[in-house]
């Protein structure tokens, strides 16, 4: 009975030893396994440059003082730089469809050699910003970013395949996402390059992100744009019977009646969004020297007459408002100067 209670504490003892050799074995290998590619890690300034941009790569590492090793930099197979503690390497990105190569070897004082690469593309993305509001015809300038207005940015990359030929942007995956890292899912994935928001009631600024990319990922761009929007604005011009509104002169401070003792004057209405039922959208309240004229509440001209035998100035201001989209407003004025004696007439004309 006592000898087999020896045989059983034997044969454990034999266990646990085995079990300890083995463990330290363990161990043992665990410390002297060769440095792998991870033991370096390569983070570039930007992960979508343009073609010609100065990228600068830091490489750090939490397995070994890099700050003391020997570290030698090379670009597509050929060394650029060399020495201790070299952490950081300036280079330019390729062009379109081409890559750049950037691979890195420290050496520590021991020896032990770690290695890494990292590979730099380019690519770019133009964005067009375009909005619904109103802008009078053959306007040659920028349609204005106007409170509540809806906003529509399109994206036109340019990334290329290793031919040097680009792709057609209808072909690529976009990802559109707000400054607060939402992502807008509905209006991102293949082929949507173009996005459209509706201003919000609490203005503010933000921007918008895109990413454009290649569907398996070999190639990707990526931009942003600020979406800042105004007040609309109100610009006087005067306007001929015949040619219609002068757009290529606007009223600034005042306005002449000559010879012809009548004049009128258009109000453009830069930003605002209304319909041909422009009452149903806007109010228009015109005064003339502080005296509201509530019969040209739907009108965006005005037609005004220099009283008979008499000289002098008047002052006439616009206000528009915005019916349904309350955030837009705008106003302006201009005075009049007129003299002499009336000599024409007009269907309904104001008398200053």
Same mark, same amino acid.
């Given at each position: 009975?006592?000898?087999?209670?020896?045989?059983?504490?034997?044969?454990?003892?034999?266990?646990?030893?085995?079990?300890?050799?083995?463990?330290?074995?363990?161990?043992?290998?665990?410390?002297?396994?060769?440095?792998?590619?991870?033991?370096? @890690?390569?983070?570039?300034?930007?992960?979508?440059?343009?073609? +010609?941009?100065?990228?600068?790569?830091?490489?750090?590492?939490?397995?070994?003082?890099?700050?003391?090793?020997?570290?030698?930099?090379? @670009?597509?197979?050929?060394?650029?730089?060399? !020495?201790?503690?070299?952490?950081?390497?300036?280079?330019?990105? /390729?062009?379109?469809?081409?890559?750049?190569?950037?691979?890195?070897?420290?050496?520590?004082?021991?020896?032990?050699?770690?290695?890494?690469?990292?590979?730099?593309?380019?690519?770019?993305?133009?964005?067009?910003?375009?909005?619904?509001g109103y802008t009078p015809p053959f306007f040659?300038?920028?349609?204005?970013?106007?409170?509540?207005?809806?906003?529509?940015?399109?994206?036109v990359p340019h990334l290329a395949n290793s &031919?040097?030929?680009?792709?057609?942007?209808?072909?690529? @995956?976009?990802?559109?996402?707000?400054?607060?890292?939402? @992502?807008?899912?509905?209006?991102? %994935?293949? %082929?949507?390059?173009?996005?459209?928001?509706?201003?919000?009631?609490?203005?503010?600024?933000?921007?918008?992100?895109?990413?454009?990319?290649?569907?398996?990922?070999?190639?990707?761009?990526? &931009?942003?744009?600020?979406?800042?929007?105004?007040? /609309?604005?109100?610009?006087?011009?005067?306007?001929?019977?015949?040619?219609?509104?002068?757009?290529?002169?606007?009223?600034?401070?005042?306005?002449?009646?000559?010879?012809?003792?009548?004049?009128?004057?258009?109000?453009?209405?830069?930003?605002?969004?209304?319909?041909?039922?422009?009452?149903?959208?806007?109010?228009?309240?015109?005064?003339?020297?502080?005296?509201?004229?509530?019969?040209?509440?739907?009108?965006?001209?005005?037609?005004?007459?220099?009283?008979? +035998?008499?000289? %002098?100035?008047?002052?006439?201001?616009?206000?528009?408002? !915005?019916?349904?989209?309350?955030?837009? %407003?705008? &106003?302006?004025?201009?005075d009049i100067s007129f003299s002499g004696s009336?000599?024409?007439?007009?269907?309904?004309?104001?008398?200053?």
């Open positions: 009975m006592k000898f087999s209670r020896f045989v059983n504490y034997k044969h454990i003892f034999g266990v646990l030893f085995l079990s300890f050799v083995l463990l330290s074995s363990a161990i043992t290998q665990a410390q002297v396994l060769p440095p792998n590619a991870t033991a370096i @890690v390569l983070t570039p300034s930007t992960n979508n440059p343009v073609p +010609g941009r100065v990228v600068t790569i830091k490489a750090e590492s939490f397995t070994f003082d890099i700050d003391s090793a020997t570290v030698i930099w090379t @670009v597509n197979g050929k060394e650029v730089q060399k !020495g201790i503690g070299l952490i950081s390497l300036d280079v330019k990105a /390729p062009v379109l469809g081409k890559k750049t190569i950037v691979g890195i070897t420290a050496v520590t004082a021991n020896g032990i050699r770690y290695t890494n690469t990292i590979s730099i593309g380019s690519g770019s993305i133009d964005l067009i910003i375009e909005t619904d040659k300038g920028k349609t204005p970013l106007v409170f509540q207005n809806t906003v529509t940015v399109i994206a &031919s040097g030929v680009e792709f057609d942007p209808a072909s690529l @995956v976009y990802q559109w996402k707000k400054d607060d890292g939402t @992502v807008l899912q509905d209006q991102s %994935g293949y %082929g949507k390059q173009s996005i459209s928001l509706k201003g919000g009631i609490v203005p503010r600024p933000y921007y918008l992100i895109v990413t454009a990319s290649t569907r398996d990922g070999s190639a990707q761009a990526q &931009s942003l744009i600020d979406i800042n929007a105004t007040s /609309p604005s109100v610009v006087f011009y005067k306007n001929d019977p015949q040619y219609g509104p002068f757009f290529n002169t606007a009223v600034l401070g005042v306005l002449k009646i000559g010879s012809q003792k009548e004049i009128q004057a258009f109000a453009s209405l830069f930003g605002f969004n209304f319909s041909k039922n422009i009452s149903s959208d806007l109010t228009l309240n015109w005064s003339i020297n502080n005296i509201e004229h509530s019969e040209l509440a739907s009108s965006k001209s005005i037609i005004l007459r220099a009283p008979d +035998g008499d000289s %002098g100035t008047s002052h006439v201001e616009l206000d528009v408002r !915005g019916v349904n989209n309350i955030l837009q %407003g705008g &106003s302006n004025n201009f009336n000599s024409t007439k007009d269907s309904s004309p104001i008398n200053l």
